[in-house]
């Protein structure tokens, strides 16, 4: 939020740069679309950004470099490789779930109901 003069802070008063600085965020569906964008913002001010993917390894690996962030591949459905996923990430100071599963199809082959 801006305070009185008009810089970004966050909801204790600091200022957003020093509020995210040294924070390990990690999004789970950051490689893509509105994770994507949430990394770029983060990584802006300051934070490493850990970026989770399942099927959208490139772009994941594209996001990580341009923001100088991380970048972690895991089938969240998996149970049994959740825990290797977590201990391979380190601290996580912030966690944003932000994964789905997304399949286009034609509007058109979607039938009337």
């Known amino acids: 939020m801006p ?14 740069n020093d509020f995210f600085n040294g924070k390990r965020i990690l999004i789970t569906g950051g490689a893509q679309r509105v994770g ?3 990394a770029e913002f983060f990584a ?6 850990l970026i989770h993917a399942n099927k959208s390894i490139e772009q994941a690996q594209t ?6 962030g991380e970048y972690y591949f895991c089938d969240l459905e998996k149970i049994d490789t959740l825990e290797n996923f ?3 990430l380190g601290r996580v100071d912030v966690l944003i779930n932000n994964a789905s ?10 039938s009337a109901k």
Do not use: Q, W
């Not at 996001?63 to 100088?68: E, V």
């Open 44 to 49: 802006g001010f300051g934070a490493t950004v």
């Open 101 to 110: 599963c997304y399949e286009t199809a034609p509007l058109a082959d979607e």
């Open 63 to 68: 996001l990580a470099r341009k923001i100088n």
């Open 36 to 38: 994507a964008y949430m």
């Open 86 to 88: 977590f201990n391979r």
């Open 3 to 16: 305070d009185e003069n008009g810089s970004k802070t966050s909801g204790k008063g600091l200022p957003m």
